[in-house]
């Protein structure tokens, strides 16, 4: 990781007492930077799974029906598979 900066921020006191509770053993500064880290990664789950919806959904209808062409052709293949 990159150089670490100093914050100040305010939380609700129960929050913070469950957080300690829970922490098991580390310091609040790596709870709180693990917490960020996952919400992070969590919203850029959440931004490809919306890129990839947009995508989908402003596909032409040539485009639809050449992916169903593609699957018929990875159906076809996999039935072969099969029965070889």
Known sequence: MGKKVKVSVTIER???RKVERLSEHKSR?????HAL????RQRARVALHQATEAY?????AEERE????????GDEAIRKSWRD
């Open 56 to 60: 989908y959904l402003a596909r032409s």
């Open 66 to 73: 050449e992916d169903q062409r593609w699957a018929g052709v």
């Open 29 to 33: 500064s790596e709870v709180f930077e």
């Open 37 to 40: 880290s996952a919400w992070v």
């Open 14 to 16: 129960d929050l913070l």
